[in-house]
């Protein structure tokens, strides 16, 4: 039987890119608590999902330039995510409305998106730009990728109060004549933190550690903050799990990193749903 150490250590400390990968999801847990969570409140997963795949047409461009260079991707990526972030803005009226806008978005910019990358790549090319590449992050990646989640979380930390009363009561700002634009601020960080996500993860699986994540620590009830370090750990504790399963199992990493983070979702949403069943009883009884 496999020791403890072998099991979960071993990979890490033998193997440098499984260190490197770790450290990036270390900075991507943070930066996706944070900003997941925001979301969740904001009851904005679509237009997370709808964003994170408008990062698709930007990276084709960029890969049509300079092939699969990470800053060309990262750069295309971040013009088109602000570019639909700006035209999903526009888009007004009953929700309805809003919603069948961000889908209409949402598969013009994946379906554009590949088409461009299949016109002068191979299939590899485009499951790359799909599912990205969590064990070749290199150097540059992991530098690029710190410096973005570094940047996002002190204009959170800087903005935070705005940010979170906004998630809540946005009618407030609102009322007390609030002029930064701190919707349009959130939406760019959003873009921001996709496109540092997309390294590892895709376009298709970006948007999946931002939501679920954030999806499992709102199901315990807690405040903003609290609800912001839950999310980072259920995303680190995610990251940790999906990386030893597609080592010792042979499996992609973004999937199983996305899996292990809806394992952890679908646990507390079921534990505290018990809860909130058996709280009336035990209280009946005492």
Do not use: K
Not at 138 to 159: E, F, T, Y
Not at 213 to 225: F, S, Y
């Amino acid at each position: 039987m496999m020791s403890a150490h072998a099991l979960i250590v071993e990979p890490f400390e033998t193997l440098a890119f499984m260190r490197a990968a770790l450290v990036a999801f270390l900075a991507l847990a943070l930066t996706n608590g944070v900003i997941g969570t925001l979301l969740v409140l904001r009851r904005m997963s679509l237009d997370g999902d709808v964003l994170g795949h408008a990062v698709m047409p930007g990276a084709a461009i960029g890969f049509l330039y300079a092939g699969p260079s990470p800053a060309w991707l990262s750069l295309g990526g971040l013009a088109s995510g602000f570019a639909v972030a700006a035209l999903a803005r526009l888009i007004t009226g009953e929700r309805a409305r809003h919603d069948a806008g961000l889908v209409a978005f949402y598969l013009v910019a994946l379906s554009l998106g590949v088409v461009l990358v299949a016109w002068r790549g191979s299939n590899v090319d485009v499951m790359r730009v799909l599912f990205g590449t969590v064990l070749a992050i290199d150097r540059r990646a992991l530098v690029q990728i710190a410096v973005v989640s570094s940047v996002i979380v002190l204009v959170v930390a800087a903005l935070y109060r705005p940010l979170a009363v906004g998630a809540f009561d946005p009618a407030f700002l609102r009322a007390v004549g609030a002029r930064a634009p701190y919707e349009a601020v959130f939406l760019a960080l959003v873009v921001l933190a996709l496109v540092a996500s997309f390294q590892a993860f895709g376009t298709l699986l970006a948007v999946g550690p931002m939501l679920l994540p954030a999806a499992a620590a709102r199901c315990w009830g807690l405040g903003v903050a609290a609800s912001m370090a839950l999310a980072t750990g259920f995303g680190l504790a995610a990251s940790v799990a999906g990386l030893l399963l597609s080592y010792h199992g042979n499996l992609p990493s973004g999937p199983a990193i996305v899996l292990a983070a809806g394992l952890l979702f679908g646990i507390s949403a079921a534990a505290t749903n018990s809860w909130r069943r058996l709280a009336p009883m035990i209280g009946r009884d005492a």
